[in-house]
């Protein structure tokens, strides 16, 4: 029942079923009938299909706030967050929903995104190097205020894959790393504390798999849920590696 007491509208929601372990199973459809209720999000809507009509619907989350990326899937053709997806943004009340491409799918709508961004991280060197002797006790280092808002702007990245999945360029090149490593890489560019050289990050992502193979498509940007810069930082860095070589 909504707010007047009145019966809330049914909601269409079809969403992809496999299970990859199951050497019998194969991929298909299937769609899900439920009530509309107010304030509802894509999130709540399947923990109400997997709670009362399919308890092996598989998905995944953790905040329900739109900050750890887990709940990322494609919705009607887009990758999102489902935790932060109205389903009044429908106004026919029919949802689909498939798991992200590129990442190694569990089941249903949960994929492996650990996995990828973990070996991204090693691919890039995703981490502060400084020559200096760190104090283990010191929590914080003095930063120029504009840099400091700089680099966390960037650190807004949840790692949800919605920008690979989105990425004309990745469905192209299995080994593109995507603005997502870019997005980290121009992080600890920028970042005073890092000691790496242009000609260090030159080369790591000076090639075709990391900034020259950007082909400027706008999809990383356009699905971002934080909204975060992609298309500018790529540009930052594509500026920084032709002054390398």
Sequence with gaps: MNERGK???????SVLRYNPLDKKDRPKMQTYEIEETMGMTLFVALNVIRETIDHSLQFDFVCR???CGSCAMVING??????????????????????LPVFELIGD???????????????????????????????EERMEPNIADEVFELDRCIECGCCVSGCGTKRMHEHFVGAVALNRV???HIDPRDSRDD???????????????????????????????????????????????
């Design 7 to 13: 019966m809330g509208r049914t909601l269409k929601i």
């Design 65 to 67: 706030a739109g900050i």
């Design 78 to 99: 887009t990758p999102d967050l489902a935790c932060k997806t109205l389903t009044t943004n429908f106004k026919d009340g029919e949802i689909t929903l498939m798991p």
């Design 109 to 139: 709508l949960s994929v492996n995104t650990a996995k990828w961004m973990q070996e991204m991280t090693h691919q890039i060197e995703g981490w502060i190097v400084t020559n200096e002797k760190v104090d283990i006790n010191l929590i």
């Design 186 to 188: 121009a992080r600890f």
């Design 199 to 245: 000609e260090h990050w030159y080369d790591l992502v000076g090639n075709d798999d990391g900034v020259f193979g950007c082909m400027s498509l706008l999809g990383c940007a356009d699905v971002c849920p934080k909204n975060l810069p992609l298309q500018s930082k790529i540009a930052y860095l594509r500026r920084k590696m032709v002054s390398v070589k």
